[in-house]
């Protein structure tokens, strides 16, 4: 992928969760069954760095399970920021970071991490090479044996889903200038607005790990009315 054609999703993502951060948050009030499924294996003192923690929703649970440990949430919206923030616990920081520059390691001071977290946050990077640094970051972000734990949106396994993909024209790009498996969804909900997403597969999953030096421990599908909308992994570090 190209520079421009990077640059150009990259602002597309950010423009949209400026614009609608509040429309979004209102539906993410409940974490997904995939989502919970895989907290109850984070050990109530682990040291836990949650990417793109959005509305905070993902540290109430936490909360809630007595969670003792040490949380930092990244995110690049001030907005839910904001809402993440309300009412945490101490030991519970919030910090603004862009996942996308290559410098965003650097908001946690080069702490290192029982458990990195990033559900719903990968796919939103576009090239192949931005997300194996991103990556890179994370596996140097982690203690010896430490894990990442994440999630792929299925939407492709979603008739209705499926129905808002849009033309790459719609923002001024052809499908000639952006990666296989590259997509652009509307969004209906407080406004018109438009999200650049990646389709992940397993296979090209596995050429992510081996490039970012992790091994896999544990794959599912999981959410929405056929358990098929949410494709989770767990990566150790080799």
């Not at 997904?32 to 984070?42: A, C, H, K, S």
Request: aromatic fraction near 12%; charge should be negative; glycine fraction near 8%.
């Amino acid at each position: 992928m190209n520079p421009t054609t990077l640059s150009s999703l990259l602002e597309l993502n950010r423009q949209f969760y400026q614009t609608f951060a509040l429309q979004f948050s209102a539906t993410r009030q409940r974490l997904q069954p995939g989502v919970m499924r895989l907290l109850e294996q984070i050990g109530t003192t682990a040291k836990v760095l949650d990417l793109g923690c959005g509305n905070g929703e993902l540290a109430r649970q936490l909360v809630r399970q007595s969670y003792m440990g040490a949380y930092t949430g990244l995110d690049y919206s001030s907005a839910l920021l904001e809402q993440a923030a309300f009412e945490q616990p101490p030991n519970f920081h919030f910090l603004k970071a862009d996942l996308s520059n290559t410098d965003w390691e650097a908001s946690v001071q080069g702490e290192q991490f029982d458990a990195i977290l990033a559900f719903a946050v990968l796919h939103h990077l576009p090239g192949a090479e931005l997300r194996r640094q991103m990556l890179c970051k994370v596996r140097s972000l982690l203690k010896q044996g430490g894990h990442f734990i994440h999630s792929e949106w299925q939407f492709l396994n979603s008739p209705r889903l499926k129905g808002r993909i849009q033309p790459w024209e719609a923002i001024g790009l052809s499908e000639s200038e952006v990666d296989p498996g590259d997509y652009l969804l509307d969004w209906r909900q407080g406004g018109y607005g438009l999200r650049y997403v990646h389709y992940f597969s397993e296979a090209e999953l596995e050429q992510l790990v081996e490039a970012a030096g992790f091994r896999v421990t544990q794959s599912f599908l999981s959410d929405g009315e056929n358990n098929r909308l949410g494709l989770y992994q767990v990566w150790q570090v080799k």
